[in-house]
């Protein structure tokens, strides 16, 4: 009695994701995401998801003023950084963000080669 072995696709590789396989380090891809979200999604070929992390990023941190709370806090004058920073928009950044590490780390150890 032979058994066939049913080979499963380890990968779809689609024109609009994932479109090369290079040995990197998940930890490296998650750094990236960590630095600004997107970097880590573009860094392994995700343009598209990549790109709309960065615009998310890019338009959550001016809502929330995080900028503005960061100079705040680096002068000293933490009152008024608390006045500034939008919790509410805050919330959602801190998701973007986590949401952009974890995904890249994940595409990573899912997709990638680990070198």
């Known amino acids: ?33 960590l630095a600004f979200p997107g970097f880590g999604h573009i860094a392994l070929g995700s ?16 809502k929330a003023h995080t900028n503005m ?17 939008d919790t509410q928009w805050l919330l959602v950044y801190t998701s973007v963000l986590f949401l952009g590490v974890w995904d890249s780390y994940r595409m990573q150890q899912t997709f990638g080669v680990r070198g």
């Open 1 to 33: 009695m032979t058994y066939k072995l049913v080979r499963r696709p380890k990968v779809t590789v689609k024109s609009y994701d994932i479109n090369a396989f290079h040995l990197r380090n998940p930890l490296v891809i998650a750094w990236w995401s």
């Open 47 to 62: 343009i598209i998801k990549g790109i709309f992390l960065s615009v998310s990023e890019v338009i959550v941190n001016q």
């Open 69 to 85: 709370a960061t100079i705040y806090t680096f002068i000293g004058d933490f009152q008024k950084a608390k006045e500034v920073l």
